[in-house]
C-alpha cells in the first residue's frame, strides 16, 4: 500500500478540486465594488436566505468579517465588546477592535463547552446612564467554539443570552465560521442556530474547501453601514465572482463533505481512545480533535510516529 500523509492540523488546508476551478473559470464577473458582479450577488442572496436574514456582504476573511461586524455596531466613541476568553477574538485576531477599532474588549471566561456563565456576562454590561463608563454594545460568540474542540453551542444558551441582550440593547454577534458544522451535529439548520443573532460571519474557507472567502450576514441596514467599514479597511474587491463562485461550488456540497468531516474525526478520536500515550482533550462533536500526550511521551518521537502512515482513510 502506498504510504499518504494526511493533513490534521487545520481544516483551513483544503485545495480547490478541478471541479471547483472550473466554476471559478467559468464565474461571471462584474465590479463588486459598484454592486455589478453577478456571482457575489447571487452568493449574497443565497446565504442571507439561507440564515434568515435580510442581505450579506462577501468579505476577504472572517476575521475582516468579525472586525467589521464589531466596528459596524460600536459606532460611536467609548463602546466596548465582551467576549470569551477562550474565544478566536480573543485569542487569533491581533486584539484589532481596539488596535484599529478603537474599541475596549472585556473577556469573560469560557465553560469547557464554548459558553459562559450568564449571571457573570450579565454583571459585566456597563451602566449606560453612567458617563464614568463604556457602553457595551455587543457580545461575540462562537459556534462551533474552535478553542474548546469544535463543540457546538446549544441553542438553549443563545436563546437566554438573547433575553439578557435585549434588556440592555446588547447586540450578539455570531463568530459562526463552522456554523454549518454545528447544523449538521446539531441537525438544526443555520437558520434555527442564528435566529436569535443580531449578525454572523460565515467562513468558506474552513471546511467548506473555498480558498478564500467569508460573508457577514445581518439586517440591510446593518449590512450597509458594514460596507463602508469594509471599505475602510480595505475589503471590497473588485471582479471577485471568481472568488464567490468557488463558495457557492462548496456551499453545494458542504453537507455531504461536512458530514463525512466528522465522521473521520470520530473515526480518529476512536482510534485515539483505545491507547494510553495519547489521550483525547475535549469531546468530539465535529471536525476538531484535541490532544494531549503522556507525561513520558516526547513531543519530536510523537510527531516523528505521525509521519509512519500505515494505512489511509477512505
Known amino acids: 500500500m502506498q504510504e499518504s500523509l494526511i493533513e490534521f492540523r487545520s481544516d483551513t488546508f483544503t485545495k480547490p478540486t478541478p471541479e471547483m476551478l472550473q466554476d471559478m473559470i467559468k464565474a461571471e464577473v462584474g465590479d463588486s ?30 476575521t475582516m468579517a468579525n472586525l467589521a461586524a464589531v466596528m459596524t455596531h460600536c459606532n460611536e466613541r467609548g463602546c466596548d465588546i465582551i467576549v470569551g476568553d477562550n474565544s478566536h477574538f480573543n485569542l487569533w485576531e491581533q486584539g484589532n477592535v481596539s488596535q484599529i477599532g478603537g474599541i475596549y474588549c472585556k473577556q469573560i471566561r469560557n465553560n469547557e463547552d464554548g459558553t459562559f456563565d450568564l449571571e457573570k456576562f450579565e454583571s459585566m454590561i ?27 453551542l446549544p441553542i438553549s444558551f443563545i436563546e437566554n443570552l438573547r433575553q439578557i441582550c435585549d434588556r440592555y440593547d446588547v447586540r450578539i454577534h455570531l463568530d459562526g465560521s463552522r456554523v454549518m458544522n454545528a447544523s449538521i451535529a446539531s441537525g438544526k439548520s443555520v437558520k434555527e442556530i442564528c435566529l436569535h443573532c443580531d449578525s454572523i460571519n460565515f467562513c468558506f474557507s474552513k471546511g467548506l474547501g473555498a480558498p478564500v472567502g467569508s460573508v457577514l450576514i445581518g439586517s440591510k441596514q446593518f449590512i450597509e ?29 458542504a453537507q455531504q463533505n461536512l458530514t463525512k468531516d466528522h465522521q473521520n474525526a470520530k473515526r480518529l478520536a476512536d482510534g485515539i481512545s483505545t491507547g494510553s500515550a495519547v489521550q483525547l482533550d475535549n469531546k468530539v462533536e465535529t471536525n476538531i480533535v484535541h490532544l494531549k500526550l503522556h507525561p513520558s511521551i516526547k513531543m519530536a518521537d510523537f510527531i516523528q ?6 494505512k489511509k482513510f477512505d
Open 33 to 62: 465594488v459598484y454592486e455589478e458582479d453577478p456571482t457575489v450577488i447571487k452568493l449574497e442572496q443565497i446565504v442571507s436566505n439561507l440564515f434568515g436574514k435580510e442581505a450579506a456582504l462577501f468579505m476577504p476573511s472572517g
Open 126 to 152: 456597563s451602566d449606560h446612564t453612567d458617563c464614568h463608563c463604556s457602553t457595551t454594545k455587543a457580545v461575540c460568540i462562537e459556534n462551533t467554539h474552535n478553542q474548546c474542540g469544535g463543540r457546538v
Open 225 to 253: 453601514r458594514a460596507k463602508r467599514v469594509r471599505k475602510a479597511l480595505g475589503g471590497a474587491m473588485r471582479q471577485v465572482g471568481l472568488l464567490a463562485a468557488a463558495c457557492l461550488h462548496a456551499l453545494e456540497r
Open 305 to 310: 510516529r505521525l509521519a509512519m502512515v500505515i
